[in-house]
Every structure is written in structure tokens, then in C-alpha cells.
């Protein structure tokens, strides 16, 4: 038997719900990571979760960082020291912390012990009774609203600018304020692939989307790649915004196209579906490692790959062509639409970045514009809701743009007639808030 007073080993960090959410928001706080891909890749390390787990684990990730202020400011009240710079304990805090004040189903004894324990095991008993007596005065102060909570974690600026974008109502759906539960929507969106899902009954009976035609939701858990279909090249796993803003091109069969910001693509495959095998299809990012996923996925799903150019528009066109008969200009932007979800990008927004942003992504426009054809159509579009990033940039490029009603027949049902505008939000689509411009190149 090991000797206590010879320094046994303390006990290891258990593998569960709370631990691998401590380690994800962990990475978050210190490398920048986004939580998505965080979270996956720490699930995929613990096949042992079962779903249950999986499911407690998304919720706190996602919970924190909705609440992180308002967990922070009551952690923080009973810390008259002030807390840990410690990263890993301070993780185990918030998490602790979110079970206390925001979940029902936890009892907070159980989230008070089961912190203590994971900070025992990796920091020792000193700061494991730091812990502990902070989290039993989180827990004797009482519990407060989500909707509280998330709209405490939002800075004042952004909170403003939202409402006076979309209105206080929509705000809030973006935030995430209004849900039941810290993942707000437990569903994923895919987009069918020509006809071949036809055959595959999970994807002949999914949910349908509200915006795009295409999109089926799907409950959330487990590997799509590992489903039925994928590796035959029935669906593409996609937001429901981003299928809108592809099919909002219009792209028809033999055009040349253009998607000037591509990424990794998944934009880039619906329109070779659109314009067919056999059209000039370009795909343009500024990270070549990103066009290389396109080409990949093209493969997967037995298109076409398009040409590609590694290119900054911000400050030239590079080897792209012009004459283009339509331009895609999904820009760079803040992903305030987007906040629901990703709500860790309140972790490095600031004030001074919607309009840099924008002065980016107006560079963009015009460049990328320059190259349709005079009359051809030119579509702008940013998953931010904010009027610098969205009305502002459109404003400033009137004299080689001109606003012109969408040309998109599969979006009728979703475009008023002769709309030249369009924004998604979460109350009236379902979808991630995204605003959409439409336009002919002047002569």
C-alpha cells in the first residue's frame, strides 16, 4: 500500500460529461478553438460517452459560453482574491457553475462535488478547497434565467446593434436567448444531391427545411459521414442559410460562375450541380489548403471539380478571368448571424471590427463584381445581421452595381417578387441570421 506521507498519486481525472466539457472550453479560452470542432474531436478521443453523456457534454460547452459573463461575475463575487488564472480549474468553475445557477437537472451538490473532485485530481486539495467553498456560495445565491443570463454575457455595444438591426425580439433568437435548452437548435441541416437519396429511406423521410428546397434536418448525434449514403454521395452536410445563399445565385445549366469566396466549397458544389458538367465554374478563396477540400468533395460526390485560384480580392483579381455571366460574394465578416451557435465568437468581437469587416469585404465586392459581365448578376451575402456589415457595404458600390430583383426560381416561395434584399433569422426561417444582396453589373 502506498504511504500517503511519501506523496501517493492523487486521483485521476474522470473521463466523463464534465470533464471532456472542462477541456473543451479550455481550448476555446486559450487556443481560439471553435467549440464545434472542439467538442467533436474531444467525443471522438472517449467513444466510451454514451449518448447521454454526449448530450450533457453539448449542453454545457454550448451553455457556458452562452452565460460565460454572467457565471463569471457570480464566481467572481465569491471570490474576494479574485479566480484562478489556472485555465483547466477555471473551466471546471464555469462548468460547475452552469449546472448550479441554469441546469434543472443536475442537483447542485452533485456539480459542486464533481468539480472539486476533477480540480483535487489535476491541481490537488489547496485549490480543490478554493473550489469548493466559491461554488457552495454560487449555489447558496440562487438561480437565474437563461434568457438573463445569455443577454448579461453580451457586451452592450453588440447587444445595441443587433436590436437596432433586427429588433429586440430576433436579437434575442440569435443570442440564443430564447431557446429551451443551451443548444438551442438539436438538429443538423444536410442538402440532398440530385436525386440519388430517393433510395434511402433515413433521407426520403427527414425533416424539410423552411428556407432551401434542398435541406433536410437531422437529429443531431453520431458521425453523418459513417451514415447511409454519404460515401455514394446522396447529401452534403450544410447549413440551411448557406444553401440559400448558393441556390439565391440562380446559377442555370452552361453560365460561367463564379464563387469568389468558396472556402472549403460547399457553396462551390451546389452550383456545378446548377450549371452542369461541361460550364466554366471558378472557385476563388484566399487559403489555398481550402480549395483543396472542394476538390475532394467534388469527387465524393461525382461532379466536376471547378478551376481554381488561390487569390486576396481585397487587393486584386490574380489570374481570375473575367466576363463572368454570375458572381458569389459570400464575404468576410463578423458571423453575428451566426452567434446562436457559435456563441464563442463573443469571446474576440469587438467594436472596431463590423467596420473593418466591412471595409473588407466592400473591397471584395468590387473586385470580385468587376469580373461579371456587364448585365450579368452579381450576388452579395454575409451571415452577420449588422447594418455595417449588411446595408452600408451594398450602399457603396452603386456605381459599378446596380440593386435588381433575385433570379432565382427555386426561392420563390421564400423571395417576395422583385425583391432585390434578403435576410434569414431564426424566428421567421429556422436558419442562422443572414443578410443577401442582389445585383446586375453595370454597363
Known sequence: MADPAKGARPPREVADARSVSARVLERVQRDGAYAAAALDAEIQRHPQLDARDRGLATEIVYGVLRTRGALVSRLTAHAPRGLPEDARVFAHLLVAAYQILLLDRVPAHAAVDAAVDAIKAVRGDKVAGFANAVLR?????GRVSREEAVLENVPAWLLDELTRAVGAEEAR??????????????????RL???????????????KGRASPLARLIPRGGSLARREG?????FVVQDEGAQVVALALGARPGERVLDACAGRGQKTTLLRERVGPSAELWAADLYAEKLSTQVREMARLGLVPAKTAAVDLSIGTGELPG??????????????????RRPEILLRLGPEDPPRLAVLSEAILRRAGSLARPGGRVVFAVCSVLRDECEAVVERVGELLEPAPFDAPELASLIAPGATELRLSPERHGTDGFYMKSFVRRG
Open 137 to 141: 456560495k454560487v449555489a447558496a445565491s
Open 230 to 234: 454519404y460515401a455514394e454521395g446522396a
Open 193 to 207: 444531391v440530385g436525386n440519388r437519396y430517393e433510395s434511402i429511406d433515413w433521407l426520403s423521410a427527414a425533416e
Open 173 to 190: 433568437a440569435l443570442l440564443g436567448a430564447t431557446g429551451g435548452s443551451a443548444e438551442v437548435d438539436p438538429r443538423v441541416a444536410i
Open 323 to 340: 466576363g463572368f455571366d454570375r458572381v458569389l460574394v459570400d464575404a468576410p465578416c463578423t458571423g453575428t448571424g451566426t452567434l446562436r
